[in-house]
């Protein structure tokens, strides 16, 4: 799974459950979005977490290779 377009996703939907907080007139509907926004505020933070995760890795596993040339002298006979 691409975790950038997850991770996309439930920033889009925080920011919808944001909004609705906004607009809410009852106090019971307010409690049932704050519910839903902190599942996905978690969810983000947990996706987040796996990508610091995955990068931490892959930095861990680059391998750096140099190569040099020696200095070669070549007796050629006339």
Do not use: C, P
């Amino acid at each position: 799974m691409d975790l950038e377009s997850w991770l996309h996703s439930k920033k889009v939907v925080e920011k919808r459950l944001l909004a609705f907080i906004e607009q809410a007139a009852k106090t019971e509907d307010l409690l049932n979005i704050s519910a839903d926004l902190a599942k996905v505020q978690e969810e983000i933070e947990q996706i987040t977490g796996r990508m610091n995760y995955l990068q931490n890795k892959a930095d861990l596993a680059t391998v750096h290779i140099e190569v040099r040339e020696n200095d070669v002298s070549l007796k050629i006979k006339i």
